[in-house]
């Protein structure tokens, strides 16, 4: 069945559906959380769910196409609620469990359900990526040193890419490895072993054009399988294609509460499959623990340090 991606009444419909999956993919990474939809913050630009568990931040103009589905399995009935952005492309999906609330949930069906129920989408072609590389030339190295450097907020680093018209690779490569220095692609591997033998708790950001999901706290079981690196925790999975990464950026952006460190993982096409944070709360200085990990994962030369 269709449904209309209203967010923000998705969202505080969820709420009362109680225990799901939650889904958020790219073409590289999984990401999957079992939690409930509460703490939700809504909004026509962005919109937060600041859940335990269950930890979005989404874009609600990049959702396009929405669908309930139901699909046999035995004697079992698997519901999902999936979107798409213009292009076809998966943005989220929420997933049922034995414990949702079943009468919940077809109440938000039915308050969701589209006037349009033709069995063909037509969907867009992409267009112009906005993460496609401006020539290097465009950039002055001085001012993105200063301005990486007057950071105040990771969030900030976004506004600062946009205003020196410059991706997030070409950043790193030019800001020097005082901020930003490559690793090898076996990085994240070693970094979720090292993370799960110490019990370290983690953040693990996956993402795309209209969702981000995280997920925040210790990591337990780390299953490798062929070009896979697989978490298998109890309320958290992570499917990561690895032979996918192209390139593995270690990156330290100061902050009001010291510089922070983040390991990120970036395909052949430039785009963040992966990103990696020591859990903290704000105000709270970087765990040292994870510093320490990631700078101490094996290095290679960056062809463009000075």
């Not at 990085?187 to 795309?208: K, L, Q, R, S, T």
């Not at 969702?211 to 309320?235: A, Y």
């Amino acid at each position: 069945m269709r449904i209309e991606p209203r967010v923000n009444d998705l969202l505080t419909g969820l709420e009362a559906v109680g225990e799901v999956m939650a889904l958020t993919c790219n073409e590289s990474a999984v990401h999957e959380k079992i939690g409930v939809y509460d703490k939700v913050l809504t909004g026509n630009h962005h919109a937060m769910v600041l859940g335990d568990d269950i930890d979005l931040r989404i874009f609600p103009k990049v959702w396009a196409y929405g669908f309930a589905v139901e699909k046999r399995d035995g004697g079992d009935i698997r519901r999902s609620l999936q979107f798409f952005d213009a292009t076809g492309k998966a943005v989220h999906r929420v997933h049922l469990r034995p414990a949702s609330n079943l009468y919940a949930y077809e109440k938000l069906v039915a308050e969701l359900e589209s006037s349009n129920q033709e069995p063909i989408v037509s969907v867009k072609a992409s267009g112009v990526d906005d993460d496609a590389a401006i020539p290097d030339q465009a950039a002055m190295v001085e001012d993105l040193r200063e301005q990486w450097s007057g950071l105040t907020d990771v969030h900030q680093f976004f506004d600062m890419l946009k205003t020196l018209n410059l991706s997030r690779c070409q950043a790193m490569r030019l800001v020097g490895q005082d901020y930003a220095w490559l690793l090898h692609n076996d990085a994240v591997g070693a970094m979720f072993e090292h993370a799960a033998d110490g019990e370290m708790p983690i953040m693990c950001f996956v993402g795309n054009r209209g969702c981000i999901q995280i997920h925040s706290g210790p990591i337990k079981s780390v299953k490798p399988i062929g070009s896979r690196i697989n978490v298998l925790d109890e309320t958290f999975h992570l499917h990561l294609r690895t032979h996918h990464i192209r390139e593995v950026w270690a990156v330290r952006k100061p902050t009001r509460d010291g510089h922070v460190t983040s390991l990120e993982g970036y395909g052949a096409d430039g785009k963040m499959i992966v990103q990696f944070f020591g859990t903290r709360q704000e105000g709270e200085r970087e765990r040292g623990d994870w510093r320490f990990l990631v700078e101490n994962l094996p290095r290679i030369p960056n062809p463009s340090a000075a």
